[in-house]
């Protein structure tokens, strides 16, 4: 049995088969402790399935191999918070002598130009434990110092002083050559040292880039360690209740780069994680946008605490050049900007007056006003208090809302808002600016207009905003897939195990034709490293892809894009460059700087099934609700998900009720649902005049 986990920072959302049929349960996230929510939803997730688990066969036989054994696929911000409240390992650096600052230094580029306090990140390794090694290559990988047995034994020794939980190894130009940094690992781990080693993370050149992500990797790599041995535990003891062998669970875990890889992997490559939940997203709504036949989308994850949006134009869009809490990461990752808007959003006046609202959240602990314990507004309250819950709740009720109390405690803190409502709507109004801004990033700075592409709305308040955003970028429509609130750990059930590997090579070309004939040479070792690296994840080459890409750029610049080295790589790069910048110049020598093999085992793909058409009259709503639209109170048709059938159609202004999540449709709005469930909403033409 497979089942999905996304640990989200309100709730934990977890997908699962049921007799052929996709199931999802939610369950308040733990902060302090997200193995244990994850248990919970695996014991809800068995509950569901009841019969499907057995404890023993009729006849004392023993139960069949898909009775006894669990896939666990989990999506996790564990690595993320860990980088944000810097509660990481104890790490200490081993580089080339003279280059100890690196981190310190890093380059020259200011976050805020015109400020002069601002306030550089925290470095992850204090100076005292960063050591230098007395070796030196040359920029072709040369030996120009040799690393002798005495300096290895003193660097060892200044590391045991130094007692760290993990230990980052990176040597200047060891991409070029890694036998210095193989000679200290090697030592290192003899003497029982948890080693992050940059040849292994990222052999790729920039000494800064690939220093600060070799040592983030250590810095996670006690964390996750023990949050996937806690995992395995937790589930494992939850089976293990079910009469079957725990150690029959595997565990998997989502890459940010849209794959997933073995909790063994994950535990020692943890920087590959940090964007796990919001790549699951960005595959859930690929196979959405897939099924409803939609070829240009922008993903709007809108959860408890924060927002992620991503441009979707065939494949995911990935990048090597991604900055997390202040500090480089050069992994491969989706393209996925995030902000501090979701409905735990919190909302406060400057001191100039004005009113903000996040990045803060109030979280699943203390929550919203209106969970019962929190005291703070929020994005939710503000929808609680102009009616668009229809007083019903969360996750069909079972998760109450205090209406009264959100309504009360917000009345104190308007300000100068003249009503509740006033300062509700301006809540609102603000948030939806922020998430606006997100995905003109996305989108307009980055050359393409959002009025070519549908917004695929989804995570728990996604529903919530979409209608109101797509009016603001003229967009096309809103597409909200089936699970809205538990999209991220479909797409996580649905991932397949990718690993990247990448390798410096710095080569000029002139033409495709002439660079074709030198690069099989370089990308062989790759593939090679990959089919061993999946074959270690149980994959027959017959289930193996390799995508062979390139990272070009003109002479003389600082950065890269990355492009299909199939056919003529050099035009595609030119036309790339045209799409992100503006220009591009064919008389301009373009050079190769890296080549990279992404290779994906190709996993089982539960799907959507096609939903019965309704004959007759289509779906009434269940009943009318009053809610305010723009300082209007109008009255609203509520309909139930569940009860919605393909072919249905409606118009706003309505809100849809479902377990994992509510939308808010306005008046100016149509609603029609196709052969797998999913809503298309489409804008009416007052609509369309609203938003000119």
């Known amino acids: 049995m497979r089942i999905a986990i996304d640990t989200g920072g309100t709730f934990t959302d977890c997908v699962f088969l049921r007799d052929g049929q996709l199931q999802m349960v939610k369950v308040a996230s733990r902060r302090d402790k997200p193995e244990e929510a994850i248990a919970e939803a695996v014991r809800q997730a068995l509950r ?36 944000l409240e810097r509660s990481g390992g104890h790490v200490a650096l081993v580089t080339t002598a003279g280059f100890e600052d690196v981190l310190e230094i890093g380059r020259q580029a200011r976050p805020k130009l015109y400020d002069f306090f601002v306030q550089k990140p925290e470095v992850l390794v204090a100076s005292r434990a960063r050591i230098g090694a007395r070796e030196r290559l040359a920029w072709d990988g040369a030996i120009v110092q040799p690393l002798t047995d005495g300096e290895v034994r003193r660097v060892l020794a200044a590391v045991r002083r130094e007692r760290p939980e993990a230990v980052a190894v990176c040597l200047l130009f060891c991409f070029r050559n890694a036998k210095h940094e193989k000679k200290i690992a090697a030592a290192l781990r003899r003497a029982g040292c948890l080693v992050s080693v940059s040849h ?42 079910r009469g079957i062998r725990a150690s029959s669970v595997q565990v998997r875990v989502m890459q940010s780069n849209g794959g997933i890889i073995s909790a063994e992997s994950a535990a020692l490559q943890p920087v590959t994680t940090i964007l796990s939940g919001p790549a699951g997203g960005v595959n859930g709504a690929l196979y959405a946008a897939q099924l409803a036949g939609i070829d240009k989308g922008i993903t709007f994850d809108m959860g408890g605490t924060s927002t992620d949006v991503a441009l979707l134009s065939g494949e995911p869009r990935t990048t090597s050049e991604s900055m997390v809490a ?3 990461v050069a992994v491969p990752m989706l393209e996925i900007h995030t902000v501090g808007a979701g409905g735990g959003s919190m909302a406060r006046f400057d001191r100039g007056g004005a009113l903000r609202v996040g990045p803060e959240s109030a979280g699943a602990e203390p929550g919203p006003i209106c969970y019962g314990r929190g005291d703070a507004p929020t994005v939710t309250d503000a929808h609680v208090v102009l009616g668009h819950f229809g007083g019903r709740g969360l996750l069909r009720g079972k998760f109450a809302l205090d209406e009264e109390r959100a309504r009360l405690r917000m009345d104190q803190l308007r300000g100068a808002f003249r009503s509740v409502e006033e300062y509700a709507e301006g809540i609102l109004a603000v948030a939806d600016a922020v998430m606006e801004k997100a995905i003109r990033v996305i989108s307009v700075e980055r050359g393409h207009d959002p009025r070519d592409y549908t917004l695929i709305a989804f995570g728990g308040a996604g529903g919530l905003h979409a209608c109101s955003l797509a009016t603001a970028l003229e967009m096309r429509g809103v597409l909200l897939p089936v699970f809205p609130g538990g999209l991220s750990a479909l797409g996580i059930l649905r991932a397949d195990v990718v690993r990247e590997f990448s390798r410096t090579v710095l080569l000029a070309t002139s033409d495709a034709r ?18 061993r690296a999946l074959g270690d994840e149980g994959f027959a080459s017959a289930r193996i892809q390799i995508e062979r890409r390139l990272d070009m750029r003109y002479s003389g610049q600082a950065y890269e894009l990355t492009v299909p080295s199939a056919g003529d790589f050099v035009a595609a790069f030119h036309r790339a460059h045209e799409q992100r910048y503006g220009y591009h110049d064919v008389k301009r020598a373009v050079e190769i700087v890296n080549v990279r093999c992404r290779a994906t085992g190709i996993t089982e793909k539960p799907g959507l099934a096609r939903m019965p058409r309704r004959g007759g009259g289509g779906v009434a709503a269940s009943e009318t609700l009053r809610c305010i639209f723009h300082g209007k109170p109008e009255t609203t048709r509520l309909f139930a998900r569940e009860d919605l059938r393909a072919g249905d159609s409606f118009i706003g202004p309505a809100v849809i009720s479902e377990y994992s999540a509510t939308s808010l449709i ?7 649902v196709d052969s797998y469930g999913q809503i298309l909403l489409r804008r009416t033409g007052r609509a369309r005049h609203a938003a000119k």
Request: aromatic share 8%; proline share 6%; hydrophobic share 35%.
């Open 200 to 241: 292994e993370i990222l052999p790729e050149y920039r000494e800064y880039e690939r220093t600060s992500t070799t040592v983030i990797n250590a810095y996670l790599a006690p964390v996750m360690s023990r949050y996937l041995g806690g995992t395995r535990l937790r589930v494992g003891e939850v089976w293990d209740r």
């Open 48 to 83: 569901e399935l009841g019969s499907g688990i057995k404890k023993k066969e009729r006849g004392g036989r023993r139960a069949d191999r898909a009775d006894r054994e669990l896939d666990l696929v989990c999506g996790t911000t564990v690595g993320t918070n860990a980088l």
């Open 326 to 328: 202040g500090m480089p």
């Open 514 to 531: 002439t660079s074709a004939r030198l690069l099989p040479g370089f990308f062989r070792p790759l593939e090679l490293e990959a089919g």
């Open 666 to 672: 306005p008046r100016g709005w149509s609603a029609s």
